[in-house]
C-alpha cells in the first residue's frame, strides 16, 4: 500500500485532472507552467499500476487503514499466500497528525508481526528538508521504544531491499519497520538531493539530460 498514490509525484503525461481523474496526453507536464500548479496531479487508480493505494484528508491517515487490514489478515486468512500488509509512507509524512503514530503504538500493542511499514527516509519533502521543518530523525529508536522491530537499508539496494522484505525477516510478535536510506534523484546531477526536485516537473531538456546520465551510468 501506497500512502501517497503514485499521483503524489509528477507523472510525464499527465494533465490537469477536471474530474479529479486523469488522461495521458501529449500535453502532459505544461499544465504546470501555465498554472503555477505544484506538478502533483490528482488521480484515480485507473492511472495507476493495480496495487493497493489510500489516499486521506490528513497524513497518516493513509497507513492507519491498513492497520485493521493487517489485523484481519493475520487472523481471519488473506487472499495473498504470506497474509503480509506491506505499507510505504515517505519520512515527510511522518510529521503529520498523530495518527500515523497511533496507529504505530496499536500494531506493536496487538502484536501485528505480519505488518511491515517501509519508510522512505530520503530527507526531503515539498519545500524544504525534513530537518528544517520537524526533524523527527533518528526513526530506529522511536519505533523501536513503540515495540516494533526495526532495520536500516540502503534505499538502492535491491538486494538489501527484498532481503528486508522476506518472510526470513519477520520477527515474531512484533511489527516490522524498514527504514530505508534513499538520495532523492539519485544518479542525475541537477537533480541528486535537492529539494526543489520534490515536485517539479522536468522540461524536454531536463528529461533529456536524465536519460542520458542515466544511461551513461548503466554502461
Avoid at 504546470?32 to 496531479?41: F, K, L, V, Y
Avoid at 535537492?194 to 539530460?209: G, L, T
Wanted: charged fraction near 25%; aromatic fraction near 6%.
Amino acid at each position: 500500500m501506497l500512502t501517497t498514490g503514485i499521483c503524489h509525484y509528477p507523472v510525464p503525461g499527465v494533465d490537469p485532472p477536471r474530474d479529479r481523474g486523469a488522461a495521458f496526453t501529449e500535453r502532459g507536464g505544461r499544465w504546470n507552467e501555465q498554472t503555477g500548479a505544484s506538478g502533483r496531479p490528482l488521480c484515480r487508480n485507473r492511472a495507476q499500476p493495480a496495487i493497493p493505494t489510500a489516499k486521506g484528508a490528513r497524513r497518516g491517515d493513509q497507513y492507519r487503514s491498513a492497520r485493521p487490514r493487517a489485523a484481519s489478515g493475520g487472523r481471519h486468512g488473506d487472499r495473498r499466500k504470506d497474509g503480509r500488509r506491506r505499507v510505504v509512507t515517505g519520512d515527510g509524512e511522518m510529521q503529520g497528525g498523530g495518527s500515523n503514530w497511533e496507529a504505530i503504538t496499536t500494531a506493536a500493542q496487538y502484536k501485528l508481526d505480519n505488518l511491515t511499514l517501509i519508510i522512505d527516509h530520503n530527507r526531503l519533502q515539498q519545500g524544504a528538508r525534513l530537518a528544517d521543518t520537524n526533524n523527527l530523525a533518528p526513526f530506529p529508536p522511536k519505533l523501536e521504544a513503540f515495540g516494533w522491530a526495526v532495520e536500516e537499508i540502503d534505499g538502492h539496494d535491491m538486494d538489501q531491499i527484498v532481503r528486508a522484505l522476506s518472510a526470513d525477516a519477520v520477527v515474531p510478535g512484533k511489527p516490522r519497520a524498514v527504514v530505508a536510506h534513499p538520495n532523492k534523484g539519485n544518479g542525475i546531477s541537477f537533480m541528486s538531493d535537492n529539494v526543489a526536485w520534490h515536485h517539479k516537473v522536468p522540461s524536454a531538456e531536463h528529461y533529456k539530460q536524465a536519460m542520458a546520465e542515466l544511461e551513461e551510468a548503466l554502461q
